[in-house]
């Protein structure tokens, strides 16, 4: 059996990529935004079918989305 998603850690995580998206949308490219809007909708239709840790690979994958984050990343890699 598949464990779905703790639907506290849903709600705040899609009102956490909200508030990412306004206090970024001056610094992230236009392609992110779509990237990042899309994560949004997606758990939102979807994100009680995925599991926590599912749950948090996509926020991670939105995380790498911050322009700052990706520099970092580039740096490491």
Known sequence: MKHKSN??????SIESLKLMREEMHDVMD??????????ISDLEQH?????????LEIIGAA????????ALL????
């Open 7 to 12: 639907p506290h850690l849903l709600k705040n």
């Open 30 to 39: 236009s392609s992110k935004r779509a990237k990042l809007d899309k994560i």
């Open 47 to 55: 994100g009680t079918e995925k599991s926590c840790s599912q749950l």
């Open 63 to 70: 995380i790498k989305l911050i322009p700052a984050v990706e």
């Open 74 to 77: 580039r740096m490491w890699s």
